[in-house]
């Protein structure tokens, strides 16, 4: 049995309430935008329910496209 054969589980914090979590890949969503600004992954705290929105580098949009996130892409 392969160690990448169950669900991927990112882990992500929240900014407002500091709580750290892991969240399928359903749980989160992915803007490419046509720059480093507008290129972002996003998501619902599970502890105090704020919408999270950060900065996706080149290596983040990897692992989160690779990990099956939903994907959106700009022009």
Do not use: N
């Amino acid at each position: 049995m392969s160690p990448t054969s169950g669900p991927v589980a990112f882990k992500a914090s929240c900014p407002d309430c500091r709580a750290r979590f892991e969240l399928a890949a359903g749980a989160l969503r992915l803007a490419i935008g046509g720059s480093r600004r507008a290129t972002f992954y996003s998501f619902t705290c599970p502890e105090c329910g704020a919408s999270v929105r950060k900065p996706a580098g080149e290596r983040i949009v990897e692992l989160l496209t690779g990990g099956g996130v939903s994907t959106l892409r700009s022009i």
